[in-house]
């Protein structure tokens, strides 16, 4: 499959990388030893992006597909448990839209946003997946979240995000932190080959720099948290590119790495030709989301999920480069025969929104914009965001306890509780209104970090981006259970506060046995 | 650092808008430009007034959203930077800062510094693709191309549709935008085919959306996040040319 979407967007245009045979070029990325993956410069995943929105254009153009820019999905329409429909807030006016369909996709991303700083954009939120939720549809694995390695470390209180450096970074940077505290203020120039720690080549020797994400994100916490860390509030671990510069000359790392060496720069002031880079994990991916079937549908009839919103393919972990290949088999390979297969089924325009049911769904969606609106509280929306992010990070985040995560449980409701009393959401409706937009979101992730933390507290293992302190190997790995989690755990969404329901969908595996992978 | 801000603001395209003058008293140098606003926007807001109304996606200079002119310059004029990469060390204690929306008859504004750029899409909708039909493609390998058309290709790119180009042009010209956009297709393989019907179709779309035409002031160039050459220009004028003819 990912051939065949390599192949799709080299007809779009996509220029990818060629070597000089006039051939695809390729290289190696976290979590595999060999060289297959394409790339355009440092830009990929935006290229793929590109060609993508490309096509789209070329649709809009034929008139098979309308855009209606500027709206956000505020409910799910669902009539007789079959889904007919969304509302939408028009983001320039306010206006409360109703609009209808035989069939509604949700590729609306993932939500680690929860976290407040992450390397999603700004406008990532798990609205979309959770009005569906809310509506019924199931929300499967909330817990399983990648932490990536390669992000630019936060420098103070007034961050607004985490920017992230390509994986491909360390395929020609090694990971290092000095090996005495007293150390981590000095330059790094002034520490001695003696005096490192390349952490990662000494603890998986055979995977090194390249070991997956959830794996390296956690050695280098590790690291800080032994007080070896470095840069301001020191949690940050170097990336060195001096042996490579050395080996391949700086011309060659320029030509691989250029913009995001300068895009580093831009943002810390300092100059990686010359010294290490500093990184430190930041949340990344969702690998959780709404449940869907082999077909992309959700439980609820004629609602389908694609991409980073579902749960599918990544299980607890995904590998570096994976997310757009799924992405796009969603898009390209999937859903044009799966909904096929279901429009087949069902009378055209059978419910249209003049139905009740769309009526009630502006009603309610226009109480909650009064209700955020008429509270005129004392703190902002993004205070808000920001307290809850601390919570999930520090109590959710790379590392949960039994402990840390009761402790969540009490403090996310006490939390909400404080925001529905005492939030202030500047302006009105009738308006463009970027805080009442991310008032509205934030209430949305108040109710699904509850039901992430309680997935964390119900899977009594470690695995892949899910890692529970009690469940690790004497040296420090995760620890599985297959023997009582082999399963995928969907949440039905009872209300806000009333315990979540849950569905366990068994894993079965016919023809692989389910093993540990070393990556030493 | 402390400085003080005259920022654009207006409500809606009908405004006539004006420049608000707001103090940003504890400005670090480490803040993005962007995260610099969101202080003052969090100031504004507790004494509930309105905020001031930016567009911003990614903040890391990639999605194209963020378009302030600042002190008269799209993105700032710090090289090659979108003004979400746009870092506050660049300024200094007691310095003032004009900041306002892309200013182009093509780029109504919605709000304040954020403006409705859908005249790049129709540039984009009236030809920026192949048209090649979603699966039962070719194998990419099939169509051997060589590393300097590659990279060439790549380097056109690299536009990210913010529209920097168009509103630092005194005519409001989207040739910076459309050119790369035609030449990164025009030279590969899978492009050649279409391109005289899309530099036609492009250059159509540009003139009706509103957008002016290039007389060489190349403020454009100097002004593009993304280091997009004008040598784009050029290519667009000249597959023009060629479509003419033939
Ligand atoms: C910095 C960064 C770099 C990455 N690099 C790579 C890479 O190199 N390779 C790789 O494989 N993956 C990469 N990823 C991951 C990958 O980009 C994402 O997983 C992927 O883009 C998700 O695509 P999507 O279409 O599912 O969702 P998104 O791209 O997040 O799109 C969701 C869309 O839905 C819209 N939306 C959301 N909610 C609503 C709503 N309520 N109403 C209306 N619209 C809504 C959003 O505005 C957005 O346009 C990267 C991710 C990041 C953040
Ligand atoms: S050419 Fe440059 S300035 Fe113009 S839209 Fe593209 S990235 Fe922006
Ligand atoms: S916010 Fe995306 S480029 Fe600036």
Same mark, same amino acid.
């Given at each position: 499959?990912?051939?065949?979407?390599?192949?799709?967007?080299?007809?779009?245009?996509?220029?990818?990388?060629?070597?000089?045979?006039?051939?695809?070029?390729?290289?190696?990325?976290?979590?595999?030893?060999?060289?297959?993956?394409?790339?355009?410069?440092?830009?990929?995943?935006?290229?793929?992006?590109?060609?993508?929105?490309?096509?789209?254009?070329?649709?809009?153009?034929?008139?098979?597909?309308?855009?209606?820019?500027?709206?956000?999905?505020?409910?799910?329409?669902?009539?007789?448990?079959?889904?007919?429909?969304?509302?939408?807030?028009?983001?320039?006016?306010?206006?409360?839209?109703?609009?209808?369909?035989?069939?509604?996709?949700?590729?609306?991303?993932?939500?680690?946003?929860?976290?407040?700083?992450?390397?999603?954009?700004?406008?990532?939120?798990?609205?979309?997946?959770?009005?569906?939720?809310?509506?019924?549809?199931?929300?499967?694995?909330?817990?399983?979240?990648?932490?990536?390695?390669?992000?630019?470390?936060?420098?103070?209180?007034?961050?607004?995000?985490?920017?992230?450096?390509?994986?491909?970074?360390?395929?020609?940077?090694?990971?290092?932190?000095?090996?005495?505290?007293?150390?981590?203020?000095?330059?790094?120039?002034?520490?001695?080959?003696?005096?490192?720690?390349?952490?990662?080549?000494?603890?998986?020797?055979?995977?090194?720099?390249?070991?997956?994400?959830?794996?390296?994100?956690?050695?280098?916490?590790?690291?800080?948290?032994?007080?070896?860390?470095?840069?301001?509030?020191?949690?940050?671990?170097?990336?060195?590119?001096?042996?490579?510069?050395?080996?391949?000359?700086?011309?060659?790392?320029?030509?691989?790495?250029?913009?995001?060496?300068?895009?580093?720069?831009?943002?810390?002031?300092?100059?990686?030709?010359?010294?290490?880079?500093?990184?430190?994990?930041?949340?990344?991916?969702?690998?959780?989301?709404?449940?869907?079937?082999?077909?992309?549908?959700?439980?609820?009839?004629?609602?389908?999920?694609?991409?980073?919103?579902?749960?599918?393919?990544?299980?607890?972990?995904?590998?570096?480069?994976?997310?757009?290949?799924?992405?796009?088999?969603?898009?390209?390979?999937?859903?044009?025969?799966?909904?096929?297969?279901?429009?087949?089924?069902?009378?055209?325009?059978?419910?249209?929104?003049?139905?009740?049911?769309?009526?009630?769904?502006?009603?309610?969606?226009?109480?909650?914009?009064?209700?955020?609106?008429?509270?005129?509280?004392?703190?902002?929306?993004?205070?808000?965001?920001?307290?809850?992010?601390?919570?999930? $990070? &520090?109590?959710? #985040?790379?590392?949960?306890?039994? !402990?840390?995560? /009761? =402790?969540? @449980? *009490?403090?996310?409701?006490?939390?909400?509780?404080?925001?529905?009393?005492?939030?202030?959401?500047?302006?009105?409706?009738?308006?463009?209104?970027?805080?009442?937009?991310?008032?509205?979101?934030?209430?949305?992730?108040?109710?699904?970090?509850?039901?992430?933390?309680?997935?964390?507290?119900?899977?009594?293992?470690?695995?892949?981006?899910?890692?529970?302190?009690?469940?690790?190997?004497?040296?420090?790995?995760?620890?599985?259970?297959?023997?009582?989690?082999?399963?995928?755990?969907? $949440? &039905?969404?009872? #209300?806000?506060?009333?315990?979540? !329901?849950?569905? /366990? =969908?068994? @894993? *079965?595996?016919?023809?692989?046995?389910?093993?540990?992978?070393?990556?030493? | 650092?402390?400085?003080?801000?005259?920022?654009?603001?207006?409500?809606?395209?009908?405004?006539?808008?004006?420049?608000?003058?707001?103090?940003?008293?504890?400005?670090?140098?480490?803040?993005?430009?962007?995260?610099?606003?969101?202080?003052?926007?969090?100031?504004?807001?507790?004494?509930?007034?309105?905020?001031?109304?930016?567009?911003?996606?990614?903040?890391?200079?990639?999605?194209?959203?963020?378009?302030?002119?600042?002190?008269?310059?799209?993105?700032?004029?710090?090289?090659?930077?979108?003004?979400?990469?746009?870092?506050?060390?660049?300024?200094?204690?007691?310095?003032?800062?004009?900041?306002?929306?892309?200013?182009?008859?093509?780029?109504?504004?919605?709000?304040?510094?954020?403006?409705?750029?859908?005249?790049?899409?129709?540039?984009?909708?009236?030809?920026?693709?192949?048209?090649?039909?979603?699966?039962?493609?070719?194998?990419?390998?099939?169509?051997?191309?060589?590393?300097?058309?590659?990279?060439?290709?790549?380097?056109?790119?690299?536009?990210?549709?913010?529209?920097?180009?168009?509103?630092?042009?005194?005519?409001?010209?989207?040739?910076?935008?459309?050119?790369?956009?035609?030449?990164?297709?025009?030279?590969?393989?899978?492009?050649?085919?279409?391109?005289?019907?899309?530099?036609?179709?492009?250059?159509?779309?540009?003139?009706?959306?509103?957008?002016?035409?290039?007389?060489?002031?190349?403020?454009?160039?100097?002004?593009?996040?993304?280091?997009?050459?004008?040598?784009?220009?050029?290519?667009?004028?000249?597959?023009?040319?060629?479509?003419?003819?033939?």
């Amino acid at each position: 499959m990912s051939n065949n979407i390599i192949d799709q967007c080299v007809a779009q245009g996509v220029p990818f990388a060629r070597d000089y045979a006039g051939y695809l070029d390729n290289r190696s990325f976290g979590g595999a030893q060999v060289s297959r993956t394409f790339y355009a410069r440092g830009q990929t995943g935006q290229q793929l992006l590109l060609g993508a929105y490309s096509a789209l254009s070329r649709q809009v153009k034929a008139g098979t597909v309308k855009l209606f820019e500027r709206r956000e999905m505020l409910d799910l329409v669902v009539v007789d448990g079959v889904a007919r429909g969304i509302t939408c807030r028009n983001m320039v006016t306010g206006e409360i839209e109703s609009h209808w369909g035989d069939a509604v996709i949700l590729a609306t991303g993932g939500y680690v946003n929860v976290f407040y700083l992450s390397t999603n954009a700004m406008g990532c939120s798990v609205t979309a997946a959770w009005k569906a939720a809310r509506k019924g549809a199931y929300m499967a694995n909330p817990c399983y979240t990648q932490i990536h390695p390669t992000c630019i470390p936060q420098h103070g209180d007034q961050q607004s995000k985490l920017t992230l450096m390509s994986e491909s970074l360390r395929n020609d940077g090694r990971c290092w932190v000095p090996k005495k505290a007293e150390d981590c203020e000095k330059p790094a120039g002034d520490i001695s080959e003696d005096d490192r720690d390349y952490f990662l080549e000494r603890k998986y020797p055979s995977f090194g720099n390249l070991a997956p994400r959830d794996i390296a994100s956690r050695a280098a916490k590790e690291q800080c948290d032994d007080e070896r860390g470095v840069g301001p509030g020191k949690r940050g671990v170097y990336l060195d590119f001096a042996d490579s510069i050395n080996r391949l000359s700086e011309d060659t790392i320029r030509e691989r790495y250029g913009n995001l060496f300068e895009m580093y720069e831009k943002i810390t002031d300092e100059n990686a030709y010359k010294q290490p880079m500093r990184i430190y994990p930041a949340p990344h991916y969702s690998m959780g989301g709404l449940w869907v079937d082999y077909n992309c549908m959700s439980n609820v009839p004629g609602l389908f999920v694609l991409g980073e919103a579902n749960f599918s393919v990544h299980g607890a972990n995904r590998l570096g480069a994976s997310a757009l290949m799924q992405g796009l088999a969603d898009g390209y390979f999937v859903i044009p025969y799966t909904i096929a297969g279901y429009l087949a089924g069902v009378k055209p325009g059978e419910v249209k929104d003049d139905h009740e049911a769309f009526k009630q769904s502006a009603d309610d969606v226009k109480a909650d914009i009064d209700k955020l609106l008429s509270i005129n509280g004392t703190k902002t929306p993004s205070e808000f965001h920001r307290e809850l992010g601390k919570i999930m $990070w &520090e109590k959710v #985040g790379m590392a949960r306890s039994d !402990e840390s995560l /009761k =402790e969540a @449980l *009490k403090l996310i409701p006490a939390l909400r509780d404080e925001f529905w009393k005492n939030v202030k959401v500047v302006g009105t409706n009738e308006q463009f209104n970027q805080e009442l937009e991310n008032a509205g979101r934030l209430a949305d992730f108040f109710e699904f970090a509850e039901i992430l933390t309680k997935d964390a507290l119900n899977r009594e293992e470690s695995c892949g981006g899910h890692f529970r302190t009690e469940h690790q190997t004497d040296d420090g790995e995760a620890m599985r259970n297959d023997e009582d989690f082999c399963y995928v755990a969907a $949440w &039905e969404f009872k #209300g806000a506060g009333v315990e979540p !329901e849950l569905h /366990k =969908e068994p @894993l *079965k595996f016919d023809n692989v046995k389910l093993a540990v992978r070393s990556y030493k | 650092m402390k400085l003080k801000l005259h920022i654009w603001r207006q409500n809606g395209p009908n405004d006539k808008g004006k420049l608000e003058t707001i103090d940003a008293p504890n400005v670090s140098p480490d803040q993005s430009f962007l995260e610099m606003l969101d202080d003052v926007n969090q100031a504004l807001a507790i004494e509930g007034k309105d905020v001031v109304a930016f567009d911003h996606d990614c903040r890391e200079g990639i999605c194209g959203m963020c378009s302030q002119v600042i002190n008269g310059v799209p993105h700032g004029g710090q090289e090659r930077t979108t003004v979400c990469q746009l870092h506050m060390r660049k300024f200094k204690d007691g310095d003032e800062i004009f900041i306002e929306p892309w200013k182009a008859r093509a780029f109504p504004v919605i709000k304040d510094l954020v403006v409705d750029r859908d005249g790049l899409e129709k540039i984009m909708q009236a030809g920026g693709y192949t048209s090649c039909h979603t699966g039962g493609v070719a194998d990419g390998n099939a169509l051997p191309i060589g590393k300097p058309i590659a990279d060439y290709s790549m380097d056109a790119a690299e536009c990210i549709g913010c529209g920097a180009c168009v509103a630092s042009c005194p005519n409001s010209s989207a040739m910076l935008f459309t050119g790369a956009k035609v030449a990164q297709l025009a030279v590969l393989p899978q492009g050649k085919i279409e391109a005289q019907r899309r530099v036609m179709a492009m250059t159509e779309a540009a003139k009706e959306n509103g957008f002016g035409n290039c007389s060489n002031h190349y403020e454009c160039q100097a002004s593009c996040p993304k280091g997009v050459d004008v040598k784009f220009i050029a290519k667009l004028n000249r597959e023009y040319m060629k479509a003419l003819v033939t």
